[in-house]
């Protein structure tokens, strides 16, 4: 298939690759296609020339899109699970005074249903919602176990991607970067 047969093909939305596979294009991309078509007696020298300069190109291109990763959050969320609201309160009181956390929300009166050395095991615990700067989860983990009365206690921790940026402010003011 010759070159000005491929962009007839692309231009309707379907790209043949090396291996005949088919795949539609995005709408923008159609459209440039489109008026690539429309100039082709004026630039087709030009892009047979180059044409593996150009693919080069896109390729690099796509290739840098896909990998994009956002930027890492700078607040999270740590959830803590406590036997009994007495621990959870003392654990919390010292995360907020120790300027490890902004905020921590008690939820009483949860079922925990886990595996400990071999047997299963039901629990009725209390859960610790803890907001914190992503940079000091480590300390608040420490400050946990240290603290905590269980063996193996639970602290896990996801990033806050968005929120009430008001909100995301405080927590970046009631907790510092590092003590």
């Known amino acids: 298939m010759n070159f000005a047969m491929n962009l007839k093909w692309m231009a309707r939305g379907i790209t043949i690759n090396a291996k005949s596979v088919a795949r539609p294009l995005s709408f923008k991309t159609q459209i440039l296609l489109f008026g690539l078509i429309s100039c082709m007696p ?20 796509m290739a840098e899109a896909s990998s994009f990763q956002p930027p ?5 969320v740590a959830y803590v699970t406590a036997p009994s609201e007495d621990v959870a309160k003392e654990l919390s009181r010292g995360l907020v005074k120790e300027k490890l956390a902004a905020c921590v929300n008690i939820v009483p009166k949860i079922t925990s249903i886990y595996e400990w ?8 615990e209390v ?8 940079s000091r989860v480590l300390e608040l983990t420490d ?10 206690c639970e602290v896990i921790s996801t990033e806050i991607k ?6 995301l402010d405080w927590i970046g003011e009631v907790v510092a970067l590092s003590k």
């Open 72 to 76: 890492p959050s700078q607040y999270s």
């Open 143 to 152: 400050f946990v176990k240290k603290n905590h009365p269980y063996e193996v």
């Open 127 to 134: 859960l610790m919602i803890i907001k914190t700067r992503t």
């Open 42 to 61: 004026f630039i087709y020298p030009y892009l047979r020339s180059n044409l593996v300069k150009i693919q080069r190109a896109l390729r690099s291109t």
């Open 162 to 167: 968005q929120g009430n940026q008001q909100y």
């Open 117 to 124: 050395k071999g047997e299963i095991n039901e629990d009725n």
